[in-house]
């Protein structure tokens, strides 16, 4: 589609905010056009504009798990489920995202019911969708089950028969998927699909040259991208991952915009051990499809690899934030993370002591090293994955910042520009400068040694969530300065959590992704403001 007719799209679209269609419509030209984000920014518009009818959940749903949205998918899915219970397809496509999403018994218990709903002249036809359902979340000796019911009902039935070799092949039936699929391309020799099982059976077999002869006949014409990614994925998992990616670049020849075949080439080329020809495909899918996680962290992992150490940390940090809780991104981050604070040269890190431009010398840290080789983000990062508590310090020619933790989440901030917390209430008018003045007071004279935030709840100056609220403005005021730091020191002092110079104020506990999110978003405005 031409820029100008999605020009077009996009102004109807912001002209009908609450139009489900026009977003719809704006989201699957985006698509085609291979604009990745700007067809999930739309879909989820589209959700947002709450959708009316069964129809329209659904085609959101299927077009947001095409741009690697699942959860706003199967939120999608939820939804056209509550409004049609009774609906075939919703509990279909409810139960494969919910089994997409780890929840894989109640997937299943959901496919069930989409085949129990339907009619007993479609019972085939549903046997063999929910055969399909369950190979995708890989059970597939329960699909075959199906599937000989679905033969059963409709000896005749193609696809159920090329399906059923299927899963005997991946269950190690290989004779016994030989015979059907034999059947399938015999009954019907132009069937792509069943040519194509047969010939990986035969290959999964090692009957190579008659694999080759079964393929020879295929017309290659026919052969789409979908195709073509399907055979080399089925390849790369019988262990040819020379195959494998001669299908892969063909499937790229087809469609320059399969982000999946990119990913793919490069994790085969990775796997094989030919990392540096893995790193191009690898950045090329990121570049396609920012927003999914994959292409990230196997770029991640092609440049450790390579021993490109800081880059690997910056592709596996996008990655973990693109897919929070994935175990393998997670696990490669945190041993890049080790490897590099294990490191870093301990050659006079910070300045001379004597000034205030970093940490006593007579305090003994953790690590430390210069942010020349780690940034303030990757240094908070590697603090939350290992649930630290303690004082991040640091120093760099604009003066002495710090990030306070407790088990990996920030509690407290202050840089030299950002405003001590009794200055800010002020400034918010949230209490007066003799309010200010007389609770100092109170603390010099006393001789408390309580914080000055919890001293202000104490007397009924303010209310405990307008306090948090405050401090977390304070947080992310100071660390949008921190990370804007690329020269200078930091040392990590474990335990050191209320330190006399900047101690945490009570009830904040904020996750470091979120801080840091946000952070990011505040100096996006402000670039885009002085542009």
């Keep these: 589609m031409s820029e100008r007719a999605l020009k077009k799209l996009r102004k109807r679209a912001q002209q009908r905010p609450q139009d489900v269609a026009a977003w719809y419509r704006l989201g699957l030209a985006a698509l085609r056009a291979g604009q990745q984000q700007e067809a999930a920014q739309a879909l989820q518009s589209a959700l947002q504009a709450s959708p009316s009818t069964v129809d329209q959940l659904i085609q959101i749903g299927r077009a947001l798990d095409q741009v690697d949205r699942p959860r706003e998918a199967l939120r999608a899915y939820r939804a056209a489920y509550d409004l049609a219970p009774d609906s075939t397809e919703a509990c279909g496509y409810l139960g494969l995202s919910l089994a997409r999403d780890g929840r894989v018994e109640e997937g299943v218990e959901m496919l069930r019911r989409a085949c129990s709903l339907c009619p007993r002249d479609s019972q085939p036809q549903a046997c063999v969708v929910l055969a399909s359902w369950l190979i995708e979340i890989g059970r597939n000796e329960e699909a075959a089950a ?65 694999a080759t002869e079964v393929l020879a006949q295929v017309p290659q014409a026919e052969l789409t991208a979908s195709w073509l990614l399907d055979f080399a994925l089925t390849f790369r998992r019988i262990g040819e991952p020379a195959t494998a990616v001669r299908y892969l670049r063909a499937a790229i020849r087809v469609d320059p915009q399969s982000h999946r075949a990119y990913c793919l080439l490069g994790e085969t080329l990775l796997d094989g051990g030919l990392v540096d020809a893995a ?7 990121v570049t396609l499809c920012p ?26 940090a996008q990655a973990a934030t693109l897919a929070p809780g994935d175990n393998r991104i997670e696990t490669a981050l945190q041993e890049l993370l080790v490897r590099q604070v294990n490191g870093l040269s301990f050659v006079q890190p910070w300045p001379d002591t004597k000034t205030s431009e970093g940490p006593s010398s007579d305090v003994e840290a953790a690590f430390r090293g210069s942010l020349d080789t780690f940034t303030v983000a990757d240094l908070l990062d590697f603090l939350k994955v290992n649930r630290r508590t303690g004082t991040l310090l640091l120093g760099s020619d604009h003066g002495m910042g710090d990030v306070r933790l407790f088990d990996g989440k920030i509690s407290g901030a202050s840089s030299p520009r950002t405003q001590q917390l009794g200055d800010l209430l002020v400034a918010s008018n949230l209490i007066t400068s003799e309010q200010l003045q007389a609770a100092m007071l109170t603390q010099r004279t006393t001789g408390t040694d309580d914080l000055l935030g919890a001293m202000l709840v104490q007397q009924n100056m303010i209310d405990q969530q307008t306090l948090c609220a405050v401090v977390v403005r304070q947080i992310e005021s100071a660390v949008s300065e921190l990370v804007c730091w690329n020269k200078g020191s930091f040392a990590f002092e474990p335990g050191r959590h209320c330190h006399e110079a900047s101690r945490p104020e009570p009830c904040v506990q904020l996750e470091v992704d979120a801080v840091l999110l946000e952070v990011m978003r505040q100096l996006d405005e402000q670039n885009q403001q002085v542009v």
Aim: hydrophobic content about 40%; some cysteine; charged content about 25%.
């Design 291 to 316: 927003s999914w996680a994959e292409p990230h962290f196997q770029l991640g992992l092609a440049l450790k690899r390579q021993n490109n150490v800081k880059s690997a940390i910056t592709a596996l």
């Design 279 to 285: 790193v191009d495909p690898l950045e090329r899918a």
């Design 146 to 210: 199906y599937l000989r019911r679905a033969l059963h009902l409709s000896p005749e039935h193609q696809q159920a028969r090329i399906r059923l070799g299927y899963c005997l092949r991946a269950t190690g039936q290989i004779d016994e998927a030989l015979q059907e699929l034999r059947l399938a391309a015999t009954y019907r020799p132009r069937d792509l699909r069943a040519c194509i099982e047969y010939a990986v059976t035969l290959s999964a077999a090692g009957q190579h040259q008659r």
